[in-house]
């Protein structure tokens, strides 16, 4: 079974710009979360995604959204870009039904550079 | 979110078990306690979770106070491949949501 696939791996984007990244979930998992890890905050949990709707928030700004496609895969979607946007982007998979016993299975995540 | 405390750093010689503490004094009654380790450059894995019993799996074991305010988790013999950080994490088990809180973890240094 193919694992959570992230792409871009890396990215360098300039203050004010948008940027995409995408997730795709291992097969059958209908849960995606998004994380963000710096040195400075550790891992921060974004949002999490089940059957295309957003099930639960982050405290971050309206400049972070995402969405999730009928088949999974997920997009998120920074707007505005600041300095301090650069970190390294994690998303996880999991079969999302609602379950605390259930583990996540992470990505290698996206590294965002912003100049 | 119900928080977690975890010293900073631990050492192990290589071949030698390893206790990772984690305190968890604010836990509730349904809160499941997971286990997450983060090797370099890579992102968390899943190790181990528990409820009240202690637990065991081809990674390691997981032993819960009775009044399950800590747990430890127990690596049993330490490899190279296992320095990492260690998260601990509590996951409320009403509503099994999957926003993770990570915590600062322990970063476990294995010496040769």
């Given amino acids: ?24 979930p291992i097969s059958g998992h209908r849960s995606v979360s998004w994380y963000q890890q710096t040195p400075g905050q550790g891992l921060q949990f974004l949002f999490e995604y089940f059957s295309e709707t957003q099930r ?14 009928s088949n999974s895969r997920s997009e998120m979607n920074v707007s505005t870009l600041e300095l301090g946007d650069s970190a390294l982007y994690l998303c996880a998979s999991s079969s999302g039904a609602g379950l ?3 583990e996540q299975f992470f990505g290698p995540g996206t590294r965002l550079t912003v100049l | 979110d119900a928080k977690t405390t975890q010293p900073n750093s631990m050492e192990s010689n290589e071949e030698e078990p390893v206790h990772l503490p984690c305190n968890h004094s604010t836990i509730s009654g349904t809160d499941y306690i ?3 380790r983060q090797l370099p450059s890579q992102g968390p894995e899943y190790v181990i979770h528990g409820l ?8 390691a074991s997981l032993a819960i106070a009775e009044d399950r305010k800590s747990s430890t988790l127990i690596l049993h013999r330490a490899t190279l ?11 409320d088990g ?5 926003n993770l809180f990570f915590g600062t973890g322990t970063r476990l240094t294995v010496i040769p």
């Fill in chain 2, 81 to 91: 491949r296992d320095a990492a950080v260690y998260y601990c994490i509590l996951r």
């Fill in chain 1, 100 to 102: 605390a016993y259930n």
């Fill in chain 1, 56 to 69: 639960n928030k982050g405290n971050f700004p309206g400049r972070f959204s995402g969405r999730q496609f």
């Fill in chain 2, 52 to 59: 009240t019993s202690n637990v065991n799996n081809r990674m």
């Fill in chain 2, 34 to 36: 997971h286990w997450y």
């Fill in chain 1, 1 to 24: 079974k193919a694992g959570v696939t992230q792409t871009p791996r890396y990215l360098i984007k300039t203050r004010g710009q948008q940027v995409t990244l995408s997730c795709s």
């Fill in chain 2, 94 to 98: 009403e509503t099994g949501a999957n």
